[in-house]
């Protein structure tokens, strides 16, 4: 038997509790799990639309979650993509949260310089959605990372600026 969906079956409640924003039962879960295993185990864990915690946390704009959840991470963990084809930072990005894309972008700046697989940058994401301050908090990271976004966006960008 396979050990990955065992291992998912046992952080089902870990995944429910971010979901709901339960931060108390997070930090019980996560205390008791990492008694036994890593933290970046858990944290690398993926339900099966490939969203780690962190991902669902800066998906929901669950800021104080995520704030905690990001404490067990590293970059790596940061960088995994859920099978909708974006990581945390791209999808907080996407969506506006501009406190969690500022919050990943003090730690790894390197982070807006990520596309998905049709190479759409999460600059281009929140341009597109008008989420100014989550391109302005990019750009001001990493003026650069324009040079990576589609041709099309350069219309984008000269409409809001």
């Known amino acids: 038997m396979d050990s990955k969906p065992l291992r998912f079956f046992t952080h089902q409640p870990f995944f429910s509790a971010v979901r709901s924003g339960d ?5 019980r879960i996560v205390d008791t799990v990492t008694k036994d295993e890593a933290p970046d185990a858990l944290m690398g864990m993926q339900t099966d639309a490939g969203e780690t915690a962190l991902y669902i946390a800066a998906d ?3 800021q104080k979650v995520f704030t905690y959840l990001l404490k067990f991470c590293d970059v790596d963990v940061a960088k995994i993509r859920s099978k909708s084809d974006m990581n945390a930072f791209h999808v907080a990005a996407k969506k506006g949260h501009s406190g969690i894309v500022k ?3 003090s730690i ?3 982070l807006c ?3 998905d697989s ?3 940058s999460p600059l281009y994401s929140a341009a597109v959605k008008d989420h100014l301050d989550v391109v ?3 750009l001001d990271a990493d003026v650069n990372c324009i040079r990576i976004v589609r041709k099309k ?3 984008c960008i000269a409409h809001h600026w």
């Open 23 to 27: 931060l108390e039962s997070i930090k």
């Open 60 to 62: 929901n704009n669950m």
């Open 103 to 105: 919050e990943l972008l």
């Open 108 to 110: 790894w700046p390197e």
């Open 113 to 115: 310089n990520l596309c």
């Open 118 to 120: 049709s190479n759409t």
């Open 136 to 138: 302005n908090a990019i």
């Open 153 to 155: 966006w350069k219309n």
